[in-house]
């Protein structure tokens, strides 16, 4: 089935690192994303993973994947207050379509 | 900018009224995905067109269609609304088919029923 859950709320300090967990139940997920989403934005791109890696860096971010739990976490390093927003994991399962399914979405606060 | 426009960026309407959204995807891209985000069901995907052809279908109600023009732009149609239809509405692009495309989201249309 298509599930994405993730936590609904998450609070950090500016300087802290911040950590978004994901799980999904499609195991057949080839590729997982995560978007941020500002308010009255649309939805960016952050980073994505393909499913026989089990980690990525990039700058400040870290995607890390436990296939066998189907869990997905994004950390943020050196947490800022531009970074308040809500983050979504989503996962595809190729073929002919590359539809994401989206997570119910993570709201990071940053507090000064 | 993600390079993906949509227009309008707001639209305000009557139950029982027909509106139509408008996305433009990225140059060169062939594919269109269109998502509703709504507060209590969150990021659902509609329905993904590519080159012209429907690919995909998601939640879409049978009062929405939509499709995609040979210049590959896409529209939604969105017919006979209720007030339960007002939420965002995204349209995302990306470059072909496969699991390895990445998707490009516009900034959205946001839909309210009165």
């Known amino acids: 089935g298509e599930d994405v859950e993730q936590s609904l709320f998450l609070s950090v300090r500016e300087g802290d690192s911040s950590v978004i967990n994901c799980t999904y139940t499609?195991?057949?997920?080839?590729?997982l994303y995560w978007y941020k989403q500002e308010p009255g934005a649309g939805l960016q791109l952050l980073t994505y993973?393909?499913?026989?890696?089990d980690m990525k860096q990039d700058q400040r971010l870290t995607v890390l994947l436990n296939k066998k739990d189907k869990h997905l976490s994004l950390r943020i390093a050196d947490t800022q207050t531009g970074d308040s927003a809500i983050y979504f994991c989503?996962?595809?399962?190729?073929?002919?379509?590359?539809?994401?399914?989206f997570g119910t979405g993570t709201l990071l606060a940053v507090q000064p | 900018d993600s390079g993906v426009t949509q227009t309008p960026k707001h639209l305000i309407t009557a139950t029982g009224q027909r509106v139509t959204l408008r996305c433009s995807p990225r140059s060169g891209d062939l594919s269109v995905y269109w998502y509703q985000q709504s507060l209590d069901q969150g990021l659902q995907f509609l329905i993904h067109?590519?080159?012209?052809?429907?690919?995909a279908k998601g939640n879409i109600l049978e009062r929405f269609s939509a499709q995609q023009f040979p210049d590959l732009h896409s529209e939604l149609n969105l017919s006979s609304l209720e007030l339960g239809d007002s939420a965002l509405y995204f349209c995302a692009s990306s470059g072909r088919q496969g699991a390895d495309e990445k998707l490009f989201f516009g900034s959205g249309t946001q839909l309210s029923v009165l």
């Open positions: 989503a996962e595809s399962q190729g073929g002919a379509t590359n539809k994401l399914i």
């Open positions: 993973i393909f499913s026989n890696m």
């Open positions: 499609d195991s057949s997920s080839t590729y």
């Open positions: 067109y590519y080159n012209g052809e429907e690919r």
